[in-house]
């Protein structure tokens, strides 16, 4: 069956702008998680989705948001973006809540200049 | 949030050589995931160890979690160039609700 699908794959902002990532999980599972990923900080969490609700949340400031539809399928939103956002997005899926097995797409890279 | 400690940071070795990777907590985990993540790709999961003292073996890799579930290490024998990748700890928290990872092993194998 398909992976997770994250969209796009590579982008590149400038201070200030905002960015919408896009996350399509494995078929039947309802659960995604975002995390933020960067050289010296390892996997970052941000939040979780389960069944169109944020059921848990990580130490990052408002302007990162999100939203989970009745497919399953997740957005995230980075507002007013900052040179400190530059980092690989990574999604990840799963049958249930936020543990168990992880199945993680390839993420996003972003880039903020 | 319970945090996890990864080391080495990054590991350089030889071909054929044994390795070990630790990831260490003050806190209690229910279960502990080891995953790995190769350039351009997610991470993979890899194992899960959930009793005290558990040990699971993968091919040439070795996985322990401790008696009192606050670490765990990897073990690899005669390593190879496709070993090679980002390895992550990843502890699933007591109360169950989120999954914490570590900074991260990057190993590298040279032929």
């Known amino acids: 069956k398909a992976g997770v699908t994250q969209t796009p794959r590579y982008l590149i902002k400038t201070r200030g702008q905002q960015v919408t990532l896009s996350c399509s999980p494995i078929s039947g599972h309802r659960s995604v998680s975002w995390y933020q990923q960067t050289p010296g900080q390892g996997l970052q969490f941000l939040f979780e989705?389960?069944?169109?609700?944020?059921?848990n949340k990580g130490n990052f400031p408002g302007r990162f948001s999100g939203r989970q539809f009745s497919n399953s399928r997740s957005e995230m939103n980075v507002s007013t973006l900052e040179l400190g956002d530059s980092a690989l997005y990574l999604c990840?899926?799963?049958?249930?809540?936020?543990?168990?097995?992880?199945?993680f797409g390839e993420g996003s890279r972003l880039t903020v200049l | 949030t319970q945090l996890l400690e990864q080391s080495p940071q990054f590991l350089s070795i030889q071909e054929g050589e044994n390795l070990t990777v630790y990831c260490n907590s003050s806190s209690v985990f229910s279960s502990l995931q080891w995953y790995r993540q190769e350039p351009g790709e997610g991470p993979v999961l890899l194992v899960t160890?959930?009793?005290?003292?558990e040990v699971k073996k993968l091919k040439r890799l070795t996985f322990q979690f401790g008696d009192a579930r606050k670490d765990s290490s990897l073990h690899i024998t005669a390593a190879q160039p496709g070993d090679t990748g980002l390895y992550l700890c990843?502890?699933?928290?007591?109360?169950?609700?989120?999954?914490?990872f570590g900074e991260g092993t990057q190993l590298t194998v040279n032929p």
């Open positions: 160890v959930v009793t005290g003292g």
């Open positions: 990843a502890g699933e928290e007591t109360s169950g609700s989120r999954l914490t």
């Open positions: 990840a899926s799963s049958l249930a809540r936020n543990t168990g097995e992880l199945f």
């Open positions: 989705y389960f069944s169109e609700t944020q059921r």
